[in-house]
Nanobody, 124 residues
Framework: QVQLVESGGGLVQAGGSLRLSCAAS????????MGWFRQAPGKEREFVAR????????YYADSVKGRFTISRENVKNTIYLQMNSLKPEDTAVYYC?????????????????WGQGSQVTVSS
């Protein structure tokens, strides 16, 4: 069992930066591929980024590529999402996710665990 708790969301002006954190409980954290998803009001949840269990592989949605960076510290059971050059369209609830299948994360594959979400609001 893995529990995921996000933090670091908030209100920021367009062009600003935020860093989200996701702290995981459980001794098996380092064996999971991790990712970030987001859901804007009235829209479906969408994939943002994923990182492999070792941290050696990363993949981003086109909409955030070059602006967002995903990373992880397995010794701290934590992953991060550094968000730079934020735009109003980045406004959403951001969810941390854990999955056993790296390549299927964000492509309709199963997510084993979800966090509760963290609100990010970008004002214009």
């Amino acid at each position: 069992q893995v529990q995921l708790v996000e933090s670091g969301g908030g209100l920021v002006q367009a062009g600003g930066s935020l860093r989200l954190s996701c702290a995981a409980s459980g001794r098996t954290f380092s064996s999971y591929n991790m990712g970030w998803f987001r859901q804007a009001p009235g829209k479906e949840r969408e994939f943002v980024a994923r990182i492999s269990a070792s941290g050696g592989n990363k993949y981003y949605a086109d909409s955030v590529k070059g602006r967002f960076t995903i990373s992880r510290e397995n010794v701290k059971n934590t992953i991060y999402l550094q968000m730079n050059s934020l735009k109003p369209e980045d406004t959403a609830v951001y969810y941390c996710a854990a999955a056993t299948d790296y390549f299927k994360m964000g492509r309709g594959g199963p997510v084993d665990y979800w966090g509760q979400g963290s609100q990010v609001t970008v004002s214009s």
